[in-house]
Structure formats: structure tokens, C-alpha cells
């Protein structure tokens, strides 16, 4: 199964500058109890968001989509030329895509599960990065648990 998990806010956005544009302790630790065990597949851009002191993510096999050949990381980290070629590592594992902006927009025709936390804030400013455009009609929600500041929700393909 290949599970996309992403915070975004009510327009979208996932990060601005690099990093996250909001601070949410909760959402760390789910994203940290769904994904712990599981490969999970990142973007360079990603890998590199993260401080380095927390990488690679432990308890996950990493693996980094880049279009760099050569690109260093270290030996228990796995780098992929596409996120085609990343999701056949681990064929028959839960695998979790974990960003940036342009690993889930290759991602998403694969994609069979959303694990979202939805911020109820809209970003502006410059330097945003976005997650894409869902058709809603190919999604159906299992899953919702509100808080004041943000939503967990969970979306399965249809």
C-alpha cells in the first residue's frame, strides 16, 4: 500500500522557504507512529529540510528521489533517479511518501491512502510550496479527528 502523508493548510501549502510554516508537536508525533517501521520516500529538497542531527529518519528505511547521480548520502540511505523506480524497492510494503511538493505530484497516481493533518490557516507570502490538486471524486474520507487548530483526516482511493 503507498501512503501519502502531508500537513497542509486550507490553501495547500506545505512548506515556505524549506521548511514547515507552522509548528504542531501532534502532528510530528503521528506523523512519527504512522510512518515508524515503514520505507518511506523523500524528495532531495526534503531530505535536506530535515536538521541533520534527525537524519536519516530512524526506525524507516530512506530513500531519497533525486535527479543527482552522484548525490552523498549516508550508506543506510537509499537513492532513487524517480519515485517510479523508488516504489519498487519495497513492492509489498506500506510505504509512505512524505514529500516535497514534486515526490507527491508523481506519487499520487499510486497512491491508494492520504494520512493529512489540515491546518485551519491559509500561508501567504513568498517561497510556498504546494501539495497538488486532489479530485475529490476519486477520494472518499474514512477518518476525521478535529482539533482547534487542525484536522487528522484520512482519505482512501476510491
Not at 85 to 112: C, N, Q, R, T, W
Amino acid at each position: 500500500m503507498i501512503i501519502a502523508i502531508a500537513a497542509l493548510s486550507e490553501n495547500r501549502v506545505i512548506g515556505q522557504n524549506g521548511q514547515l510554516p507552522w509548528r504542531i508537536p501532534e502532528d510530528l508525533k503521528r506523523f512519527k507512529d504512522l510512518t515508524m517501521g515503514h520505507p518511506v520516500i523523500m524528495g532531495r529538497k526534503t531530505w535536506e529540510s530535515i536538521p541533520e542531527k534527525f537524519r536519516p529518519l530512524p526506525g524507516r528505511t530512506n530513500i531519497v528521489v533525486t535527479r543527482q547521480p552522484d548525490y552523498a548520502v549516508p550508506a543506510d540511505v537509499i537513492v532513487s533517479s524517480s519515485v517510479e523506480d523508488a516504489l519498487k524497492i519495497f513492492p509489498s510494503e506500506h510505504i509512505y511518501i512524505i514529500g516535497g511538493a514534486e515526490i507527491y505530484a508523481a506519487a499520487m497516481p499510486h497512491v491508494d491512502k492520504i494520512e493529512m493533518t489540515l491546518v485551519k490557516k491559509t500561508i501567504e507570502g513568498d517561497g510556498l510550496t504546494y501539495f497538488p490538486d486532489m479530485d475529490m471524486a476519486h477520494w472518499k474520507e474514512l477518518r476525521r479527528e478535529d482539533h482547534d487548530e487542525f484536522s487528522f483526516v484520512t482519505y482512501e482511493r476510491v
